[in-house]
Nanobody, 127 residues
Framework: QVQLVESGGGLVQTGGSLRLSCAAS????????MGWFRQAPGKEREFVAA????????VYADFVKGRFTISRDNTKKTVYLQMNSLKPEDTAVHFC????????????????????WGQGTQVTVSS
């Protein structure tokens, strides 16, 4: 089984930055894609960004383009989300996920294409 553990969340002021990390473990960890999603109170979990594991193709939600950057380190089995210019509306629990199915990176904006999920890390942006 695959285990995903997020870290790096916290409280930051508007305009600040955070870098989230997601460390993977497990003998069967061999993803095609890694993604970040977020869920604010009372809202559906929504897509943030995704990256294919071997060729680093990326896709972003429109609301984070130009502010967030997803990256990965294969040797550390870790995916990162660098978040800059944070806004109060970015406040949410952020989850990482891994997927093993193949396809164009654009398809991985949908939750159903992911096999494993972490427990999430809270990001709070104060105004």
């Amino acid at each position: 089984q695959v285990q995903l553990v997020e870290s790096g969340g916290g409280l930051v002021q508007t305009g600040g930055s955070l870098r989230l990390s997601c460390a993977a473990s497990g003998r069967t960890f061999s993803p095609y894609v890694m993604g970040w999603f977020r869920q604010a109170p009372g809202k559906e979990r929504e897509f943030v960004a995704a990256i294919t594991w071997y060729n680093s193709n990326t896709v972003y939600a429109d609301f984070v383009k130009g502010r967030f950057t997803i990256s990965r380190d294969n040797t550390k089995k870790t995916v990162y989300l660098q978040m800059n210019s944070l806004k109060p509306e970015d406040t949410a629990v952020h989850f990482c996920a891994s997927g093993s199915s193949y396809g164009p990176v654009s398809r991985f904006t949908q939750r159903g294409h992911y096999d494993a999920w972490g427990q999430g890390t809270q990001v709070t942006v104060s105004s």
